[in-house]
């Protein structure tokens, strides 16, 4: 954000920078000046050194990929850095502003934008290229978008490379895998379709699956209903191979989240789309369960940017991002406690949750289990609410929370990712390390337990626990995901820094990767999936 706007103080010391003005530079031609980036001055004794270099200044802003918050604190430093470069493409930019507006140029979302485009998000972002890159960046975070990832779907899995290749397995009733049948496959398969193009972003539901591509678009797989029940009566046909979702054409798509009764999608501009579960006027529309056109989420993220969004049992959290802040918001089924506002009660619009100004914790990852949900602040705290049973909050005891609660146990971790399950929830700490809670059906939490002289690997744990089977494999772990179903036996995947992909719980349908010994239909401890995502 500006730093005028932060309230940022000036006296911010960064690289013992002197501030001087700009009128001891001497400057080349108007004409040179505007042909290309480059210095200006001559260099002489005593001239202010980065202010007779600037191109090389930008070039080590862009190249250190640094943080927003940082490039204001440049400008609240220095005028040197809040004074118009005289730079392509807009004379009037400072090199903080230029070198925000350079990494926003990196990112796939925001290359396709045309000109006109550009500058109406920027508007929208609160009118600074360093605020627009704030937004970016905050989705890469939570989502991984562009990177590669791992997801542990109801049954079946998905695997996208960074590169954007991908992989499915499991169970294949619909044909959910994309690979033209209905087989299962017990290792990772690619879908051989989707050649040449580059898929940054996937979501898998009962029977179903969502890709979206580096374009936008977004292709599905299996039913084609974006809003039944786990095991309600499927639509009229299935997609064997990825369809392009003719409905979403005109929305450039950046992630999409799959509920219980309905499908949620975020565009590159902040909004939030739903399909279905209109009923009753739940999430602010009166649609069918087989509906298959976009509604805009009314209400009161219309007007929000909003950065990541969570679906589970039938409600949905959003993310927003705003120049003063970040904020989490809730719609839908209140049950448990769920939503957060320290009630049961549904909310048929998006309702802010206000607990974490109390706790003075800024949200920056959110993650909606199917009765429990949890958020990531920047300072490292992990909060839960919802329901509670089996220990899933971590709280030590099963109670349900209906409001944010900080996780106490974990005061000494600092947190930089959370995942939720069925009753499940694991947390990352910022050395790679994970912990988890909550149900231990299915060896999914990947704690083995002796009890007298018993390996048990399905007891439930209260409080968040150091899952020592991944911290033996000695890599930093960068990714969780958990089954998010109340119908499925749960399976995790782990994946590290190098691109290296771990899985273990419950494994029948070859969800898990891996082939299973006779008569085994779990892997209590990770095991490594032949697979590379890097």
């Known amino acids: 954000m500006d730093a005028e706007a932060s309230g940022a103080s000036p006296s911010i010391p960064f690289h013992n920078i002197t501030?001087?003005?700009?009128?001891?530079?001497?400057?080349?031609?108007?004409?040179?000046?505007?042909?290309?980036?480059?210095c200006f001055g001559n260099g002489h004794p005593g001239e202010f050194p980065l202010a007779t270099k600037p191109s090389i200044v930008l070039?080590?802003?862009?190249?250190?990929?640094?943080?927003?918050?940082?490039?204001?604190?440049?400008?609240?430093?220095?005028?040197?850095?809040?004074q118009p470069a005289n730079f392509l493409p807009d004379f009037e930019l400072s090199i903080s502003e230029l070198a925000a507006l350079d990494m926003c140029q990196k990112r796939a979302v925001f290359k396709p934008m045309?000109?006109?485009?550009?500058?109406?998000?920027?508007?929208?972002?609160?009118?600074?290229?360093k605020l627009v890159l704030r937004y970016l960046l905050a989705g890469e975070i939570c989502c991984r978008r562009e990177k590669s990832q791992a997801i542990a779907g109801p049954g079946h899995s998905i695997a996208v490379t960074a590169s954007g290749a991908v992989y499915t397995f499991g169970s294949n009733s619909s044909g959910q895998l994309g690979h033209g049948n209905q087989e299962e496959?017990?290792?990772?398969?690619?879908?051989?379709?989707?050649?040449?193009i580059r898929i940054i972003q996937a979501a898998a539901g009962s029977g179903c699956t969502m890709l979206i591509s580096d374009a936008g678009r977004v292709y599905a797989l299996g039913k084609d209903s974006f809003g039944e029940a786990?095991?309600?009566?499927?639509?009229?046909?299935?997609?064997?191979?990825?369809?392009?979702?003719?409905?979403?054409?005109?929305?450039?798509?950046?992630?999409?989240?799959?509920?219980?009764?309905f499908t949620a999608v975020l565009s590159r501009e902040g909004k939030v789309y739903t399909f279905s579960w209109g009923n009753d006027a739940k999430l602010g529309h009166?649609?069918?369960?087989?509906?298959?056109?976009?509604?805009?989420?009314?209400?009161?993220?219309?007007?929000?940017?909003?950065?990541?969004?969570?679906a589970g049992y039938c409600y949905l959290l959003a993310l927003a991002c705003q120049p003063s802040g970040m904020s989490v918001y809730s719609v839908g089924c209140g049950l448990g406690g769920k939503l957060g506002h320290g009630s049961r009660t549904d909310e048929r619009y998006p309702r802010l949750i206000e607990q974490f100004q109390v706790l003075n914790l800024q949200p920056m990852v959110v993650a909606a289990g199917a009765w429990h949900a949890a958020v990531v602040g920047r300072d490292g705290r992990v909060c839960t609410w919802g329901w509670g049973r089996y220990g899933c909050l971590g709280h030590g005891n099963e109670d349900c929370e209906a409001v944010p609660k900080v996780v106490e146990a974990l005061s000494k971790v600092k947190a930089v990712y959370v995942a939720t399950g069925d009753y499940t929830t694991f947390v990352l700490s910022e050395e790679g390390d994970a912990y988890s809670f909550g149900c231990g059906e299915s060896a999914s939490?990947?704690?083995?337990?002796?009890?007298?002289?018993?390996?048990?690997?399905h007891t439930n744990v209260l409080i968040p626990e150091l899952v020592t089977s991944l911290k033996s494999i000695n890599e930093r772990i960068v990714q969780i995901s958990l089954t998010n179903s109340v119908y499925w036996n749960a399976h995790t995947f782990a994946l590290t820094e190098s691109g290296k992909l771990?899985?273990?719980?419950?494994?029948?349908?070859?969800?898990?990767?891996?082939?299973?010994?006779?008569?085994?239909?779990?892997?209590?401890?990770?095991?490594?999936?032949?697979?590379?995502?890097?």
């Open 19 to 38: 501030d001087q003005p700009l009128s001891l530079i001497t400057p080349l031609p108007q004409s040179l000046q505007r042909c290309q980036r480059h």
């Open 59 to 82: 070039h080590v802003l862009t190249s250190c990929d640094m943080d927003p918050e940082d490039l204001a604190h440049l400008e609240a430093t220095c005028k040197f850095f809040r």
């Open 114 to 129: 045309t000109i006109e485009d550009r500058e109406m998000f920027k508007q929208r972002c609160g009118g600074s290229w």
């Open 185 to 196: 496959e017990w290792r990772p398969r690619i879908i051989k379709s989707l050649e040449g």
């Open 230 to 261: 786990e095991f309600g009566a499927q639509g009229s046909k299935i997609f064997s191979k990825p369809q392009l979702v003719e409905s979403l054409k005109g929305i450039y798509v950046v992630q999409a989240a799959i509920g219980n009764f």
């Open 286 to 310: 009166q649609t069918e369960p087989n509906d298959v056109e976009p509604h805009l989420l009314k209400g009161a993220l219309e007007n929000t940017l909003v950065v990541q969004i969570a």
């Open 445 to 457: 939490l990947g704690h083995a337990r002796n009890i007298d002289g018993q390996v048990n690997r």
């Open 502 to 534: 771990y899985a273990f719980g419950a494994g029948d349908k070859g969800q898990l990767g891996i082939e299973l010994a006779d008569r085994q239909n779990e892997r209590g401890v990770p095991e490594l999936v032949e697979i590379d995502l890097s």
